[in-house]
C-alpha cells in the first residue's frame, strides 16, 4: 500500500500501538495477535501446549499484584516479568539493605538506600519492557489494602507478618482475587493458593482462606522474623519462583466465564456437575524442609471452613469493617509483650559497662586493683555468640535459659550450678544482641534464685551488642 | 536423616515437626505409640514438651498422611479420627516471614 509513508516507519508506528486482546499489529496485510518481538521473546513458552497462543494472551492482559518486595517477591517478580504478565504492581516501603542482598535478587549493592519498589521497577524494566509496574511505595494497611488490591486480577502475598497475611487474604476474599501465599524461614517454606476459584463468602465452591487453614494466629511472642532467626536465599527463592509458577497457572486457567457470571438458567446439567468436581479438589500446602528427606511434602487441604470469619456465610469481615478500622488485625495477632521492667539498679548502660571494663582492665591502683573484671554472660544463640564476642564473656543461650523450668524439683542444670559457684560479691552482667532476651534473663535468674535472695546483683546491660556497637566500639561487627 | 514411615516399628506413629514446632522439641521428627485418638494428640504432646499446646500446636496445622485434619471438629466427633500404627502425624505451624 502506497500511502507515503516508508514502511520502517510505519512499523514503529504499530509496534508503540500493540496493547489489548484486539488490536493486532498489521505488516504485509497480515494481522497478528502478538508483535514480532514478542514472538521472539516468549518462543520458548508460546511452543508448550501448557500457554500457547491463548495462555500467552492471558499473561498480557493480566495484572499481578506482589506486597512485599524481599526475599519471595523479587524472584517471583522476575519470572512473571520474564514471562510477560502485562501489569505487575509492587508494594513495600522499605528500602534496600546491605543484609537483604543474599537473597533479593532484584536490588544489588549500587542500590542500597533506594526504595525496594524503584530498585524492583528498575530490574523488571531492563528485563522486559513490555511489562507495566506500578509501584506502590507503601506499607500494606486495612487502610489501603482494598483501593490497592482491586486494582489487579491475581494477587501475591510476599509479606512476612502475620497481621498482614490474616489481611491480604481478607482483602482478597472480599475483592474476590485469587491469592497466591508463600513465606518461608531458616530451611523451610511453605506455599499454598488460596481463595481459588475466588467466590463470593458463603459460596462452597470457592477455594478456602488463610483463615480457614490458620482460624488461630500464632502467639506472638513466638513468631520469628528473618532477622531473628535466618534464612537461606535460595530456600527462600524457591518458594518465590514456585510462587510465580503458580501465578501463572492461576492466570492461563482463567476461563471467561468466570469473568462474566452467566445467568442460573444458562447454566446446564453438566456445567453444575463441573462445579461439583470444583468442590471435591482442596488445594494443596507444598511443604519445602530442604534439610529434609524427602525435601517436598503435599499436604491435601481442607475446603472452605463453614464457620470461617472471611470467607464463610456467617463472615464477620466486610468492606466496611475493614474500612472502619474496626478490624484491628496487629491486636489480633497480639502484640509481642514489652520486655519485663526491670528496676534502674538492675541495669546498666553500654557506656558504663565499657568504663566498668576499663576500671579492671588497669591493673594496680594504690597497689591494688581498682575492681575484678566482671562477669559477663552473653545469652545469644552459639552460633551468633561465634561470629563475634566481647573478650572474656561466657555464652548460655537464652533457648538454654528460657527452657528451663525454675519449679522443676530435683537436681538443678549443670549451669545453674556453675553460675552458682560464683563469689556472691561478683554481680553477673547479662548481654545480648539487641537487649530484650537479656533482660528476660534477668528476670528469669530471679525465679531461679540465682541472686541469692538479692545477695548477688544481676545486671542487664541495656541495648545489648547494638548499643555497644553504636555508642563503645565502632568497630564489633554488625550481622 | 530417616524419616520415612517404613522404618517405622509396627506399633508406632511418626510425627514430623516443623518450623516452631522443631525449634521447642528440638527434632525434626519422632515415633510414638499408636494408636491415639487426633482430639488426644495435644494433652499428650503438650506433657511431654510443657508449653508446647499453647505456643504452637493451638496455631498449626495438623495432618495425617498427608492431609489435613480438624482438631477442633475431631473433639466434638467420638467417632473421630484415630492415628493408627504407621501414621505420618506433621505438626505445621504457620510461618509468616518471607
Known amino acids: 500500500m502506497n500511502d507515503g509513508v516508508p514502511d520502517d516507519v510505519k512499523n514503529e508506528i504499530f509496534a508503540a500501538l500493540r496493547f489489548g486482546d484486539g488490536e493486532v499489529e498489521r505488516k504485509g496485510g497480515r494481522e497478528w495477535p502478538l508483535s514480532g518481538d514478542e514472538y521472539r521473546r516468549y518462543g520458548r513458552q508460546l511452543i508448550m501446549p501448557e500457554v500457547g497462543l491463548a495462555g500467552q494472551m492471558k499473561l498480557k492482559n493480566a495484572s499481578v499484584l506482589i506486597v512485599g518486595v524481599g526475599g519471595l517477591g523479587c524472584p517471583a517478580a522476575a519470572y512473571l516479568a520474564g514471562a510477560g504478565v502485562g501489569t505487575i504492581g509492587l508494594v513495600d516501603a522499605d528500602d534496600v539493605e546491605v543484609s537483604n542482598l543474599h537473597r533479593q535478587i532484584l536490588h544489588g549493592t549500587a542500590k542500597v538506600g533506594m526504595s525496594k519498589v524503584e530498585s524492583a521497577v528498575l530490574y523488571i524494566n531492563g528485563l522486559n519492557d513490555e511489562v507495566q509496574c506500578i509501584p506502590h511505595h507503601e506499607r500494606i494497611f486495612p487502610e489501603n489494602a482494598l483501593g490497592i488490591i482491586s486494582q489487579y486480577d491475581v494477587v501475591l502475598d510476599c509479606t512476612d507478618t502475620p497481621a498482614s497475611r490474616y489481611l491480604i487474604s481478607d482483602s482478597c476474599v472480599l475483592l474476590r482475587k485469587p491469592l497466591v501465599s508463600a513465606s518461608a524461614l531458616r530451611t523451610e517454606g511453605q506455599l499454598m493458593v488460596l481463595n481459588n476459584p475466588p467466590r463470593p ?8 482462606c488463610y483463615r480457614c487453614i490458620f482460624p488461630k494466629p500464632p502467639p506472638a511472642a513466638s513468631v520469628v522474623t528473618c532477622g531473628e532467626g535466618g534464612i537461606l536465599g535460595p530456600v527462600v527463592g524457591t518458594m518465590g519462583v514456585l510462587q510465580s509458577l503458580e501465578a501463572l497457572k492461576v492466570i492461563i486457567a482463567t476461563s471467561s466465564e468466570e469473568d462474566t457470571p452467566m445467568e442460573l438458567d444458562e447454566i446446564d446439567a453438566q456445567q453444575q456437575q463441573q462445579q461439583q468436581r470444583k468442590k471435591a479438589d482442596p488445594p494443596n500446602l507444598l511443604l519445602f524442609s530442604s534439610f529434609s528427606k524427602p525435601m517436598f511434602r503435599s499436604i491435601r487441604l481442607r475446603s472452605r471452613r463453614a464457620d470461617c470469619a472471611a470467607c464463610s456465610a456467617q463472615a464477620s469481615v466486610t468492606v466496611e469493617s475493614l474500612n472502619s478500622g474496626s478490624l484491628d488485625y496487629v491486636q489480633f495477632c497480639g502484640v509481642s ?9 538492675e541495669r546498666i548502660s553500654v557506656k558504663s ?3 566498668l571494663i576499663a576500671d579492671s582492665e588497669q591493673e594496680v591502683h594504690f597497689g591494688r586493683p581498682l575492681a575484678a573484671p566482671p562477669v559477663v554472660l552473653d545469652v545469644r544463640e552459639k552460633v551468633q555468640f561465634d561470629l563475634c564476642s566481647l573478650k572474656g564473656s561466657i555464652n548460655i543461650p537464652y533457648s538454654v535459659i528460657s527452657s528451663t523450668d525454675p519449679s522443676a524439683t530435683g537436681p538443678s542444670a549443670t549451669w545453674v550450678d556453675e553460675l552458682r559457684r560464683i563469689p556472691l560479691d561478683q554481680a553477673l552482667y547479662i548481654i545480648c544482641r539487641l537487649g530484650n532476651d537479656s533482660q528476660l534473663t ?14 548477688r546483683r544481676i545486671v542487664d546491660v541495656a541495648g545489648g551488642l547494638k548499643a555497644w556497637r553504636d555508642k563503645v566500639d565502632r568497630d564489633f561487627p554488625e550481622y | ?10 506399633t508406632y506413629f511418626t510425627i514430623l ?3 516452631a514446632a522443631s525449634d521447642i522439641t528440638k ?5 510414638l505409640t499408636a494408636p491415639v485418638h487426633v482430639s488426644q494428640l495435644f494433652t499428650l504432646l503438650d506433657k511431654k514438651y510443657p508449653g508446647l499446646k499453647d505456643k504452637v500446636l493451638c496455631s498449626s496445622a495438623i495432618t495425617v498422611n498427608l492431609e489435613y485434619v480438624d482438631v477442633d471438629e475431631s473433639m466434638s466427633d467420638e467417632e473421630g479420627l484415630v492415628i493408627k500404627a504407621g501414621d505420618e502425624v506433621a505438626i505445621i505451624p504457620p510461618v509468616s516471614s518471607g
Open chain 2, 1 to 10: 536423616m530417616s524419616i520415612s514411615s517404613s522404618d517405622t516399628p509396627s
Open chain 1, 337 to 345: 509483650s514489652p520486655v519485663a521492667a526491670l528496676q534502674p539498679s
Open chain 2, 17 to 19: 515437626y516443623f518450623a
Open chain 1, 442 to 455: 534477668v528476670k528469669r535468674f530471679r525465679e531461679l534464685a540465682l541472686d541469692e535472695g538479692g545477695r
Open chain 1, 201 to 208: 463468602a458463603g459460596d462452597v465452591h470457592g477455594g478456602p
Open chain 2, 27 to 31: 527434632k525434626r521428627s519422632e515415633t
Open chain 1, 353 to 355: 559497662f565499657a568504663q
